[in-house]
Structures are given as structure tokens and as C-alpha cells.
């Protein structure tokens, strides 16, 4: 069955950085887009990157543009997500999903910005 876990969140300060982590199973992975989603308390899922299969193409949304960077190693079956300047909006479960809609998702990392 699909297995999608997530790892490397945690707290840091404002501007700092984090890289998530997402090791996925049960599906063919190098032939799937990936999506990097997160959810703040009391707010609705929001898609914070998404990665085509070669990894040749990347889309932000202007919340996290020229701060967040997706990859993917389609030999290790792992996406990434380097956050970079980090603020406290940005404070979040972040999940990882095979689907533009977020339902098929991990249990996600959960990422706190303070200071």
C-alpha cells in the first residue's frame, strides 16, 4: 500500500532554515508528481510545492516563492523540501502527498517557527 513518511521538522527561530523529508513506498514513485502540502491550526490545506516526475519542474505559490525549494531522488524514493528565511507563518504540519489535492498524504512533520 502507499506509504508516505514525513521527517525533519521541528523549532526553529524566524529566518532560519529546515529540510523535510518524505520516504514513499508502495507506488511507483519516479513516475509520480509530488506535492508538499501543510495545514496551520484552524486553516485549510494549502499545496506549498509540487514536482514532476524527473524533477525538471517545480511550481511555488507566492506564500513560499524564492524561499522553499523542492526535489526529489527518484533512486531513494524521497521527496525534499529546503525552507529557507522561515516565518512564523510558515509554522505548520507539513504533509507530503501523490495527489494535487492532498488526500493521499502522510502523517506529516510538524514545523514551528518562534523565537
Known amino acids: 500500500q502507499v506509504q508516505l513518511v514525513e521527517s525533519g521538522g521541528g523549532l526553529v527561530q524566524p529566518g532560519g532554515s529546515l529540510r523535510l523529508s518524505c520516504a514513499a513506498s508502495?507506488?511507483?514513485?519516479?513516475?509520480?508528481?509530488m506535492y508538499w502540502f501543510r495545514q496551520a491550526p484552524g486553516k485549510r490545506l494549502e499545496m506549498v510545492s509540487q514536482i514532476n516526475p524527473s524533477g525538471t519542474s517545480t511550481y511555488y505559490p507566492d506564500s513560499t516563492k524564492g524561499r522553499f525549494t523542492i526535489s526529489r531522488d527518484n533512486a531513494k524514493s524521497t521527496l525534499y523540501l529546503q525552507m529557507n528565511f522561515l516565518k512564523s507563518e510558515d509554522t505548520a504540519m507539513y504533509f507530503c502527498?501523490?495527489?494535487?489535492?492532498?488526500?493521499?498524504r502522510g502523517k506529516g512533520t510538524l514545523v514551528t517557527v518562534s523565537s
Open positions: 508502495g507506488f511507483p514513485f519516479r513516475h509520480e508528481w
Open positions: 502527498a501523490k495527489d494535487h489535492q492532498g488526500t493521499s
